[in-house]
């Protein structure tokens, strides 16, 4: 299957496709009409004596300014070269290429009026795995990502620079070196290029993609902590779910049931006298399920965005070109923020659990060491995820309740929606690291389970785990199994589903 630009619809699992290389893109003839069509009604504009906002005008504080034909060219450059004000640290190529990718559809929609010529050129670039380099701030998230995108293109005219391998070579001489020439932008192009919601965007999708793992992966190791804990499966039964039928909780109380499958553990102390388990084990299906609800508002909301055209002004028709606020990031944003929420909370609760699992009940020796004082087992690592845990809370505090005034007040409310983005992507890193070190604990207090044997996908993760770390007999440097777990965890190496 070929993805078209500007004709399918796309969803975060295609465009992850696309930028992963395993699905193959293109623009059709259909796109390429309505591509063509738009272009034509952009010119007829340009050529009038009738001011239109972006094409003929200049920008922000300045509509108010006609720019003559002869100098469309030049206030079209000079719209890219004095927004390319980012700072900091460059964003991970995977999230230059998909604001490419999320770029180039947008445009394909025929609203835009860019030239086929500029398009089929960042199509080039993604093709040829040529990822400009982009700074991560620097965007207020309207006016669209302004900064980001100014950066993502100036390489179109032969300005900013690639990513090639792990250097940073200058745009100028990688053009040369493929035989390509700058282009020069013409009418509205520049404006088309940086207004826009990409760079939030890109973000929602390397985060979504992300979370969906993890969700099923806290549902692993929540399992695995509760065997380890001698935990009760009771309140993952689906009559108690059904009568407070949210879906999310649905969703976990049903994952639970199936990590729990012919589980001789689980069964071998379903009549003992324990009435009840700590929230943190028993209100699973409630507090991943709430996580899980945020992710499906995420992604209905970033696949909305995905298909969607968020530049300014979005031209109509020959004569009517509208100046509105498609561009403004403030639906994601706050969507954005709810996940951070919600990916916190995952990391809040396996905090927790790791707490239970050391306190020595239930059979369970203290620190999870049967040689305690000389030794001090899993104490220590607990630290690790309470440290995790307070970073992730401060880091949740919504950029889009905030707005500063930008553009001598003409952009007085923006969205932070960047911002939100990328502390998104923050959090989930961090939420990596503690389910790791859950995991790390669960498989250690499953050892004082045998011989009791656990449900099949549980017995393959413990089976996974130990094949990178022992388990703990007396103290050793526990930094190098950390990060094994953390390995397994980046690398979606655990079984989160029957296969």
């Known amino acids: ?239 108690l779910h059904t009568i407070r039928p949210f879906k999310g909780a649905l969703k976990v109380a049903e994952r639970m049931r199936m990590l729990f499958e012919h589980s001789e553990n689980i069964m071998s102390h379903e009549n003992c006298e324990r009435v009840q388990d700590p929230y943190s084990m028993r209100c699973i299906p409630q507090v991943h399920g709430a996580s899980r609800n945020a992710y499906y508002h995420l992604m209905e909301l970033a696949e909305i965005e995905l298909n969607s055209v968020t530049d300014n002004p979005i031209v109509l028709s020959d004569t009517v070109a509208i100046s509105g606020g498609n561009f403004h990031g403030q639906p994601l944003a706050m969507a954005l923020d709810y996940a951070s929420i919600a990916a916190s909370e995952l990391g809040n609760i396996s905090d927790r659990r790791c707490y239970l699992l050391i306190e020595g009940k239930f059979g369970l020796p203290r620190l999870l060491t049967t040689g305690g004082g000389l030794n001090s087992g899993f104490m220590i690592p607990q630290y690790t995820t309470a440290a995790l845990v307070t970073e992730n809370k401060s880091l949740c505090f919504p950029p889009s309740a905030d707005s500063i005034p930008t553009s001598l007040g003409q952009e007085d409310h923006v969205s932070m929606g960047s911002i939100s983005g990328r502390k998104f992507n923050q959090i989930l890193e961090n939420l990596e690291k503690i389910l790791a070190i859950e995991l790390m604990y669960a498989a250690q207090a499953m050892e004082f389970r045998r011989p009791n044997k656990f449900s099949d996908i549980l017995e393959l993760n413990f089976n996974i785990i130990r094949e990178k770390v022992d388990k703990l007999e007396d103290d050793r440097l526990l930094k190098d199994d950390i990060y094994a777990m953390i390995a397994l965890v980046k690398d979606q190496s655990l079984i989160v589903s029957k296969q």
């Not at 060219?73 to 900091?88: C, D, P, R, Y």
């Open 1 to 239: 299957m070929t993805f078209k630009y500007g004709i399918d619809t796309l969803t975060v699992n295609i465009v992850m496709a696309i930028c992963n290389g395993s699905m193959p893109a293109s623009i059709t003839k259909d796109a390429i009409n309505k591509v063509n069509a738009c272009r034509s009604k952009v010119e007829t504009m340009a050529s009038s004596n009738k001011a239109v906002y972006g094409i003929n005008t200049g920008f922000g504080p300045l509509c108010d300014v006609q720019i003559t034909p002869e100098e469309t060219s030049k206030l079209q450059e000079n719209l890219l070269i004095t927004h390319a004000v980012g700072v900091g640290k460059p964003i991970d190529k995977e999230l230059s290429k998909l604001m490419m990718i999320c770029k180039v559809h947008a445009l394909c929609q025929g609203y835009s009026g860019i030239r086929l010529k500029v398009i089929e050129r960042i199509l080039y670039f993604i093709e040829h795995d040529l990822i400009p380099v982009v700074p991560e701030q620097g965007s207020v998230g309207a006016s669209g990502d302004l900064a980001p995108l100014s950066h993502l293109f100036l390489p179109l005219i032969g300005l900013g620079e690639f990513w090639i391998d792990h250097n940073i070579v200058p745009a100028k001489q990688v053009l040369q070196e493929h035989n390509l020439s700058p282009i020069q932008l013409q009418a509205k192009e520049g404006l088309a290029l940086i207004n826009g919601t990409q760079f939030i965007l890109a973000h929602a999708i390397l985060g979504l993609d992300k979370m969906h793992y993890l969700l099923d992966l806290a549902d692993v190791a929540g399992a695995m902590s509760i065997e380890g804990y001698k935990g009760s499966a009771s309140p993952f039964k689906e009559a």
